[in-house]
């Protein structure tokens, strides 16, 4: 499986960007999909996950009530849909898929996914 990132760009606080990470190759299998980040100097660390049919969702508690996950299947596609930027949101933001998640806690361990792609820079200016 191979996933692009793109969307991400330079935006001020307060604004909005739409992440998409597109999933080729492989695809027939079911996947979780998750965002991961990280910051300048700092650990990677989880933002958010969906399953692969859509009906369970997590997120980091720095993120809730201001970006959106959500897929589209019949696109092998996912979003992350992010609002009210911060300039700690600033970072390389990164697309994984996993087939081995199942508990709740397994979506925010990094080191269930199989597969990442190549990442898209996040930049929230003050």
């Known amino acids: 499986v191979q996933l692009q990132a793109s969307g991400g760009g330079l935006v001020q606080a307060g604004g909005s960007l739409r992440l998409s990470c597109a999933a080729s190759?492989?695809?027939?299998?079911?996947?979780?999909m998750g965002w991961f980040r990280r910051a300048p100097g700092k650990e990677r660390e989880f933002v958010a996950a969906v399953s692969w049919s859509g009906n369970s969702i997590y997120y980091a508690d720095s993120v809730k009530g201001r970006l959106t996950i959500s897929r589209d299947n019949a696109r092998n596609t996912v979003y992350l849909q992010m609002n009210n930027l911060k300039p700690e949101d600033t970072a390389v933001h990164y697309c994984?898929?996993?087939?081995?998640?199942?508990?709740?806690?397994?979506?925010?361990?990094?080191?269930?996914?199989?597969?990442w792609g190549q990442g898209t820079q996040v930049t929230v200016s003050s």
């Open positions: 190759g492989r695809t027939s299998s079911s996947y979780a």
């Open positions: 994984a898929a996993s087939r081995t998640v199942f508990s709740a806690s397994s979506y925010y361990d990094a080191g269930r996914y199989d597969y």
